[in-house]
């Protein structure tokens, strides 16, 4: 069974700009979760999406948001870049409430 | 937001050696679990604790949900090269929703062959 898969593995933009990230999750899982990973503040939730719809969230501002689709498939967004944006962005996938698994990652430099 | 204590932030070791790390926290949690990331990579579950007192063994490594729910340890036995890599625990909070993890700050661990 293939693991999860994100797109890009990296990606490189400037302040201002908007990026959109996206994850696939392992074949059958229906929740799929955002983690940000950052030297100073480590792993953080961004938030779940659970059957199309967000069943959880974190405490990041609304600049990020995600979306996912029927096929399990999710997006993440980040408006307006800001230098603190940098990081790796962790997608996790499971199939309802146990035991997550994670993707690659996609390291976000924002210049 | 809720922080989980980890300790110690690195080890430097020699191979053979066993390995032995910890995370605290002030707050209870459902669940607990221990996850290794080596560069490049996302975090690879290595073990997952659901009851309190639960002592979990897979291959070189054991793990425990401390019984007052608050703490839980990582001991990897007989150290090898391939054990290096950053190590993470992460918990579940009550009503927080099994996926919103919280996850300690990482152990960093060094193996001199």
């Known amino acids: 069974k293939a693991g999860v898969t994100q797109t890009p593995r990296y990606l490189i933009k400037t302040r201002g700009q908007q990026v959109t990230l996206s994850c696939s999750p392992i074949?059958?899982?229906?929740?799929v979760s955002w983690y940000q990973q950052t030297p100073g503040q480590g792993l953080q939730f961004l938030f779940e999406?659970?059957?199309?719809?967000?069943?959880n969230k974190g405490n990041f501002p609304g600049r990020f948001s995600g979306r996912q689709f029927s096929n399990s498939r999710s997006e993440m967004n980040v408006s307006t870049l800001e230098l603190g944006d940098s990081a790796l962005y962790l997608c996790?996938?499971?199939?309802?409430?146990?035991?997550?698994?994670f993707g690659p990652g996609t390291r976000l430099t924002v210049l | 937001g809720q922080q989980l204590n980890q300790s110690p932030q690195s080890m430097f070791i020699q191979e053979g050696e066993d390995v032995s790390m910890n995370c605290t926290s002030s707050s209870i949690f459902n669940t607990w679990l221990w996850y290794k990331q080596d560069p490049g990579e996302g975090p690879v579950l290595l073990i997952a604790?659901?009851?309190?007192?639960e002592l979990t063994s897979n291959g070189r490594l054991t793990a425990q949900f401390g019984i007052t729910r608050k703490d839980s340890f990582l001991n990897i036995s007989a150290s090898i090269p391939s054990d290096v890599g950053i190590y993470f625990c992460?918990?579940?909070?009550?009503?927080?929703?099994?996926?919103?993890?919280?996850f300690g700050q990482g152990t960093r661990l060094t193996i001199n062959p």
């Open positions: 999406y659970f059957s199309e719809t967000q069943r």
């Open positions: 992460a918990g579940q909070l009550p009503g927080q929703g099994a996926q919103k993890l919280v």
């Open positions: 074949s059958g899982h229906r929740s």
């Open positions: 604790l659901y009851k309190a007192g």
């Open positions: 996790a996938s499971s199939w309802g409430t146990d035991t997550q698994y």
